[in-house]
């Protein structure tokens, strides 16, 4: 087994630890809650996503100008697919009490997340209303990496989308993204996620598998190689295949 791979395993392995970590302040909090914290954030960015793939053929409906697509309207749906997906409800998560399911941290940073993703569907009203274009590249991967970006100014997580064939070379797997990739690809679709701590134990990362789903397959599916809405060639991927990860970054101790 190379160096890579073993890496994988033991990060695999780490998933059940319980080791306390060195959270700043008011983010003491155990690896486990620690680990559960950064899935459900990548889990509401998926969400997101979701509905972003769910309204595609509307946002780039050229007849239509005002789509109705509001930021309010994209929080209501981001809401019920965290909710389909998770079980938890976000319209309730603050006056709930934390718990293992939704630990103290998470009680902080997923509405964090809500809002960041709400904002960058509100700036993006334009291009979704403007009539007479039909692609507009307000994709998910698009909201995703947008999202991210905001999110990671106010909470000092890091989300990133990756893949071992990204469109977008910002989307790039680093080696041990690429490790995980590779042991994701060879398993049956799942919940399985990886965690490993970096930098001395300074830094927590968590990585959970996205598989392509039906609404997918019209720009990543068959046939392959013919030119989708965007002018990118199809990869021809099927409905369940892997179609990458979201890679969790938090600094167990501010600098």
């Known amino acids: 087994m190379n160096t890579s791979w073993k890496r994988v395993a033991l990060a695999i392995v ?19 809650e620690a680990e559960e914290t950064a899935r459900l954030l990548a889990e509401l960015l998926s969400a997101g996503r979701e509905v972003i793939e769910h309204n595609q053929t509307l946002i780039d409906d050229p007849h239509r100008g005002d789509k109705g697509f ?72 698009t909201f995703g990496s947008q999202a991210a970006a905001r999110f990671a100014k106010v909470s000092h997580v890091k989300l990133k989308q990756t893949t071992l064939h990204p469109r ?10 690429a490790s995980v990739l590779m042991w994701l690809s060879s398993r049956p679709p799942g919940d ?22 039906k609404e997918c397959l019209a720009c990543h599916g068959e046939p392959k190689g013919i030119l989708d809405i965007s002018g990118y060639p199809r990869e021809g991927y099927k409905e369940g295949d892997l179609a990458g990860a979201i890679t969790v970054i938090a600094p167990l101790a501010l600098q």
């Open 192 to 213: 399985a996620y990886v965690s490993e701590l970096t930098d001395e134990g300074k830094t927590l990362r968590v990585v959970m598998p996205i598989y392509y789903e």
């Open 70 to 141: 509001t930021p309010d309207v994209f929080e209501q749906q981001l809401i019920a697919q965290f909710k389909k997906q998770t079980e938890i409800d976000l319209a309730t998560i603050q006056k709930a009490p934390a718990s293992v399911k939704v630990p103290r941290l998470a009680h902080e940073l997923l509405p964090m997340l809500v809002v960041a993703s709400k904002e960058v569907v509100r700036e993006a009203q334009i291009i979704i209303n403007q009539k007479g274009i039909g692609y507009k590249n307000f994709i998910p991967a």
């Open 168 to 177: 977008n070379p910002k989307n790039n797997p680093d080696e041990y993204e």
């Open 14 to 32: 780490s998933i059940m630890a319980t080791q306390s970590l060195d959270w700043p302040q008011a983010w003491a909090v155990e690896r486990v």
